[in-house]
């Protein structure tokens, strides 16, 4: 499923019902939105309508089903507002040749960076069109709204679901993420964290976003970026993550009790030195797989002044990381000391 029809399936806070579909809303947020999708379809478009995330109108994406199936161009869009004011909006919009785009909206402005190579930026940032990858095939998400689903090259999934590990290092992953992305790693690491956070460094500065199934030890709740993982071939079809599956042996077992003593380290220094910081980790080898940004987005970031970085691209708390490791096993005994 493509990263638009992934979003989509994510919970929504919805307010009031949109105009009839057959009026322009005079909303110059709106009508950015709306122009964008009609512009995108081209002239004599059927107009499919408007309806709310939260309880969509099912006609709309039926109307959009036909339209496609029988090769006219068509528009349709969802919506999500806060009182009066549209917070985001999601679209298709096809042009009767075969071509469907997904089109998003706003308020607050994308940043000034196409999450892939089948995005481009417009309306000042505040729209992202996206084309459908061919062969297209329009369905229903979970929450009912129509999506474009991007089609999957077996072939090449089933390759590289039998990777053999390649040593790297937590410092060689973040100076190009990229070309990580999707293979399986051996690479040793400091592990700390906390309710929110789960990093794995190695001393040189920025860390990976580290996870396995079931959930990274002690987080409690986080707000993940939009970077998901998985490839694509050279006509964008999904090559799907490499399958991760956590090994349950004695290491694994091992490095959870250690990553308990660090909390636990960690919250009886606080106790017993209130104004002085002290970080405690917990040293392993791991054999994971490396989910990773794209290259434009690490130069993107790179370009930036700050380091803290809250465009929500990457993986992670907030979207913070440009690389992650979901861990297949742990392979040595963890040990516990003092980061910083």
Not at 28 to 35: G, L, Q, W
Request: glycine share 8%; with cysteine; net charge negative.
């Amino acid at each position: 499923m493509s990263y638009l029809a992934r979003l989509l399936c994510l919970p929504i806070q919805i307010a009031v019902a949109f105009a009839q579909p057959s009026s322009l809303p005079s909303n110059p947020s709106d009508r950015v939105f709306i122009e964008r999708l009609k512009s995108t379809a081209g002239e004599h478009a059927t107009d499919c309508g408007t309806t709310t995330s939260n309880k969509p109108d099912d006609s709309v994406a039926s109307c959009g089903l036909r339209a496609f199936q029988d090769h006219k161009a068509f528009f349709l869009g969802y919506y999500t507002r806060y009182g009066e004011t549209l917070d985001f909006a999601y679209g298709l919009a096809g042009d009767g040749a075969g071509n469907v785009s997904a089109v998003t909206y706003e308020e607050r402005a994308f940043p000034d960076v196409a999450p892939n190579r089948h995005t481009r930026l417009t309306d000042n940032n505040h729209s992202r069109v996206t084309e459908c990858i061919k062969p297209i095939t329009l369905d229903r998400t979970r929450r009912e709204l129509l999506a474009c689903i991007t089609p999957v090259n077996q072939q090449k999934s089933d390759e590289i679901a039998h990777q053999k590990p390649i040593d790297t290092t937590v410092c060689d992953i973040v100076k190009d993420p990229a070309s990580w992305n999707n293979k399986l790693v051996r690479i040793r690491g400091r592990f700390s964290g906390n309710f929110e956070y789960s990093n794995l460094s190695d001393g040189c500065g920025d860390s990976l976003w580290f996870g396995y199934a079931g959930g990274p030890p002690i987080l409690v709740a986080h707000v993940g970026g939009e970077a998901r993982p998985g490839s694509e071939d050279s006509e964008g079809k999904l090559i799907l993550p490499v399958p991760v599956t956590l090994v349950r042996d004695s290491k694994l077992e091992r490095f959870e009790k250690q990553t308990e003593a660090m909390a636990q380290a960690d919250a009886d220094y606080e106790k017993e030195h209130p104004n002085h910081y002290v970080s405690h980790c917990v040293t392993a080898t791991f054999i994971g797989r490396i989910d990773a940004v794209s290259s434009d987005i690490h130069e993107f970031r790179q370009k930036q002044k700050t380091r803290e970085h809250n465009d929500g691209l990457g993986f992670g708390q907030m979207g913070l990381y440009e690389a992650q490791l979901i861990v297949q096993s742990v392979t040595d005994d963890a040990t516990l000391g003092v980061c910083e």
